[in-house]
């Protein structure tokens, strides 16, 4: 009995050891694996120079396009108050000759507004018919007007100008100047040129 028990203890020892041996042995197996998986993820990030270089592209695309899109903005906001001084000029001329009462559009500089004298806003009855060119959607950065030495043009019964005159607009650094014909109050806008006097478009628009 006690040679059986012995040989039992001796097989269970071995036995164990082997359990124990294979146990150690996945452990490690799992520890080696979990490293790698480790060791892919980190590689999967990115490095410094990779986001050094990133940063450098982000920079560069935005000191070009930046500029470029305030630009087009003061474009886009000078060609809509040319528009709307030409607009509302024809429109007083068209009234006094539909009314055969002279019609006034006075300017002023300093506000950058322009009000037709004896018109009603259409958009709010009752008031008087006045843009503000400083404000939103125009934004005029500044405003100078000139007929014959004051800040306004008076239109007859036959939509002639007491005088000719010029009405020069400027946005950021991009500036028009609206030409009123003395004979026939016709008003055409110039070029638009840069703050230096460099053309951009060289083609007069009419409106």
């Known amino acids: 009995?006690?040679?059986?028990?012995?040989h039992s203890s001796l097989f269970a020892g071995v036995r164990g050891g082997r359990l124990y041996n294979k146990s150690a042995s996945l452990a490690m197996r799992d520890v080696v694996?979990?490293?790698?998986?480790?060791?892919?993820?980190?590689?999967?990030?990115?490095?410094m120079v990779e986001v050094f270089l990133v940063i450098v592209i982000i920079s560069t695309v935005s000191?070009?396009?930046?500029?470029?899109?305030?630009?087009?903005?003061?474009?886009?906001?000078?060609?809509?108050?040319?528009r709307r001084?030409?607009?509302?000029?024809?429109?007083?001329?068209?009234?006094?000759?539909?009314?055969?009462?002279?019609?006034?559009?006075s300017f002023t500089p300093a506000s950058r507004t322009l009000e037709l004298?004896?018109?009603?806003?259409?958009?709010?009855?009752?008031?008087?018919?006045?843009?503000s060119l400083g404000e939103e959607p125009y934004q005029l950065s500044s405003m100078a007007v000139n007929?014959?030495?004051?800040?306004?043009?008076?239109?007859?019964?036959?939509?002639?100008?007491?005088?000719?005159?010029?009405i020069t607009i400027?946005?950021?650094e991009y500036q028009r100047t609206i030409t009123v014909d003395p004979d026939t109050g016709r008003a055409?806008?110039?070029?638009?040129?840069?703050?230096?006097?460099?053309?951009?478009?060289?083609?007069?628009t009419q409106f």
């Open 33 to 47: 694996a979990c490293r790698g998986s480790i060791t892919r993820s980190s590689r999967s990030g990115f490095s």
């Open 188 to 204: 055409t806008a110039s070029a638009t040129i840069l703050a230096p006097g460099q053309p951009i478009n060289q083609t007069a």
């Open 117 to 131: 004298v004896g018109l009603s806003d259409p958009d709010h009855p009752g008031q008087p018919y006045i843009v």
């Open 85 to 105: 001084i030409i607009v509302d000029l024809s429109l007083a001329q068209r009234r006094a000759k539909s009314t055969g009462v002279s019609s006034t559009a």
């Open 147 to 166: 007929f014959n030495g004051l800040s306004q043009v008076v239109f007859d019964a036959y939509g002639v100008p007491d005088s000719g005159g010029t």
């Open 1 to 6: 009995m006690k040679a059986f028990d012995i």
């Open 63 to 82: 000191a070009i396009a930046v500029p470029r899109f305030g630009n087009f903005l003061a474009g886009t906001r000078l060609a809509g108050a040319t």
């Open 170 to 172: 400027i946005v950021g």
